[in-house]
């Protein structure tokens, strides 16, 4: 009966992320924005750009080459006036994830450390001590997280975090420090990360209709400086991922280390990036405001944490964004690294 009951909760969490990529506005097909994994296999947690065959035009290599979709950022990071740091680092990953799922060696010592943290997070939610019913995993599933779940509530700890699916009304759509107090599930999370001072993002995709088909808002501490922002938003966050006319909202609550840095790499500008982008996509607006959120991610290769521009092309006639990713640093040389 277990079996069959965490066989029902992997597919739906599977439906679900899936169905918050799904219905969005774009040119050409948009590759699906989380990890890929077994059937079998639950939820890691939130990748941050949309998979895509990679490319090499102006000697670096692009990632979301293929895709360009409506996509509008209520804050971006990055604009014209932007200055960057000279070079971006690269951080090593402690827990990677590959097709089959953790490319790591999981211990009984890592089990209890998941289950710790599930209790300690439970009880802050719940305010008071009570016994867990952890399932424990089939040998046929992963063993890189524990979980709890009761009626309309699923929360999966793994190493760097939790992931948490709960009914859409139980999260608001418009996040702000007032709703987060008034949310048990977000005021819980800001607590246990230790999230002083929230600072709150959310990017929105559209639909061929010009509707909102899905939303993602990203709760984390407030930096000083753009690249203290930008690993705020890597290393300790939580993340709302949303499809609209879905019945269930995704919450991840991560805490990835990125204490080993790997090395730093020249930053590619803003301005060549753009440049390499529409000499791939001549449909974005060739006039209008360009801006940019950076981030990091593992899509590229999983053991490495690799810098990333979401560019934005607004188009100055519609007010429509258009979004594409972009690397950046020079994929080449950070490979030759790997090699030397």
Same mark, same amino acid.
């Given at each position: 009966?277990?079996?069959?009951?965490?066989?029902?909760?992997?597919?739906?969490?599977?439906?679900?992320?899936?169905?918050?990529?799904?219905?969005?506005?774009?040119?050409?097909?948009?590759?699906?924005?989380?990890?890929?994994?077994?059937?079998?296999?639950?939820?890691?947690?939130?990748?941050?750009?949309?998979?895509?065959?990679? #490319?090499?035009?102006?000697?670096?290599?692009?990632?979301?080459?293929?895709?360009?979709?409506?996509?509008?950022?209520?804050?971006?990071?990055?604009?014209?006036?932007?200055?960057?740091?000279?070079?971006?680092?690269?951080?090593?990953?402690?827990?990677?994830?590959?097709?089959?799922?953790?490319?790591?060696?999981?211990?009984?010592?890592?089990?209890?450390?998941?289950?710790?943290?599930?209790?300690?997070?439970?009880?802050?939610?719940?305010?008071?001590?009570?016994?867990?019913?952890?399932?424990?995993?089939?040998?046929?599933?992963?063993?890189?997280?524990?979980?709890?779940?009761?009626?309309?509530?699923?929360?999966?700890?793994?190493?760097?975090?939790?992931?948490?699916?709960?009914?859409?009304?139980?999260?608001?759509?418009?996040?702000?420090?007032?709703?987060?107090?008034?949310?048990?599930?977000?005021?819980?999370?800001?607590?246990?990360?230790?999230?002083?001072?929230?600072?709150?993002?959310?990017?929105?995709?559209?639909?061929?209709?010009?509707?909102?088909?899905?939303?993602?808002?990203?709760?984390?501490?407030?930096?000083?400086?753009?690249?203290?922002?930008?690993?705020?938003?890597?290393?300790?966050?939580?993340?709302?991922?949303?499809?609209?006319?879905?019945?269930?909202?995704?919450?991840?609550?991560?805490?990835?280390?990125?204490?080993?840095?790997?090395?730093?790499?020249?930053?590619?500008?803003?301005?060549?990036?753009?440049?390499?982008?529409?000499?791939?996509?001549?449909?974005?607006?060739?006039?209008?405001?360009?801006?940019?959120?950076?981030?990091?991610?593992?899509?590229?290769?999983?053991?490495?944490?690799?810098?990333?521009?979401?560019?934005?092309?607004?188009?100055?006639?519609?007010?429509?964004?258009?979004?594409?990713?972009?690397?950046?640093?020079?994929?080449?040389?950070?490979?030759?690294?790997?090699? #030397?």
């Amino acid at each position: 009966m277990r079996k069959i009951l965490r066989s029902v909760v992997c597919i739906s969490l599977a439906l679900l992320l899936t169905a918050c990529t799904a219905g969005v506005s774009h040119q050409k097909s948009e590759p699906p924005d989380k990890v890929q994994q077994s059937a079998t296999t639950v939820p890691k947690g939130d990748q941050d750009l949309p998979k895509a065959p990679l #490319s090499q035009p102006a000697s670096q290599q692009m990632i979301g080459a293929d895709s360009v979709y409506n996509r509008s950022v209520e804050k971006p990071m990055v604009d014209k006036n932007t200055v960057l740091p000279e070079n971006m680092p690269v951080f090593c990953n402690a827990y990677p994830y590959g097709h089959g799922g953790p490319m790591f060696e999981i211990t009984q010592s890592d089990r209890l450390k998941m289950e710790d943290q599930l209790s300690e997070f439970m009880v802050m939610l719940r305010g008071q001590t009570f016994d867990l019913e952890v399932i424990e995993p089939d040998p046929e599933f992963t063993q890189d997280n524990v979980i709890y779940e009761e009626e309309n509530f699923s929360i999966y700890s793994f190493l760097d975090g939790f992931s948490v699916m709960l009914p859409w009304e139980q999260i608001p759509e418009q996040v702000t420090a007032e709703t987060i107090q008034a949310t048990p599930l977000l005021q819980t999370a800001v607590d246990y990360l230790g999230i002083e001072s929230p600072e709150i993002s959310r990017v929105d995709q559209y639909q061929q209709d010009g509707a909102v088909g899905s939303y993602e808002i990203v709760i984390a501490n407030h930096g000083e400086n753009l690249m203290q922002t930008v690993l705020n938003r890597t290393s300790c966050y939580i993340k709302i991922t949303h499809s609209t006319g879905s019945e269930n909202t995704l919450v991840f609550i991560h805490h990835k280390d990125l204490s080993e840095e790997y090395q730093s790499f020249p930053t590619v500008s803003l301005e060549d990036a753009v440049t390499a982008a529409r000499a791939i996509h001549s449909e974005l607006p060739a006039d209008g405001m360009v801006t940019a959120d950076i981030f990091y991610t593992t899509t590229i290769n999983p053991e490495y944490y690799i810098p990333c521009y979401q560019l934005y092309f607004t188009d100055a006639s519609t007010g429509v964004s258009q979004s594409v990713g972009l690397t950046m640093i020079d994929l080449a040389e950070f490979e030759a690294s790997l090699e #030397s």
